[in-house]
């Protein structure tokens, strides 16, 4: 099964973040709970772990890109 991995709400507000580092490359097995990326505001910088264990396939947002809540950055086969 494919897993979107989506751009979390973080803090109080739905702000544009943006993608700093990806923890994992294409084609890495990695577990939930892992982290995955790290995202920053001009509040904070947070780790954001997997949503599922399996095979990062692809990564959809490269980093330095700025996204929105809710965007789909990349995608994860359980």
Request: aromatic share 2%; net charge negative; charged share 25%.
């Amino acid at each position: 099964m494919m897993v979107e991995v989506q751009v979390p709400m973080i803090g109080q507000s739905g702000m544009d973040v943006k993608i700093e580092v990806w923890l994992a490359e294409e084609g890495a097995h990695i577990e939930k709970g892992e982290p995955l990326y790290e995202l920053s505001n001009e509040k904070l910088n947070q780790e954001i772990e997997s949503p599922a264990t399996g095979i990062l396939v692809k990564i959809l947002v490269p980093e330095g890109e700025t996204v929105a809540v809710g965007d789909i950055l990349a995608h994860i086969e359980e």
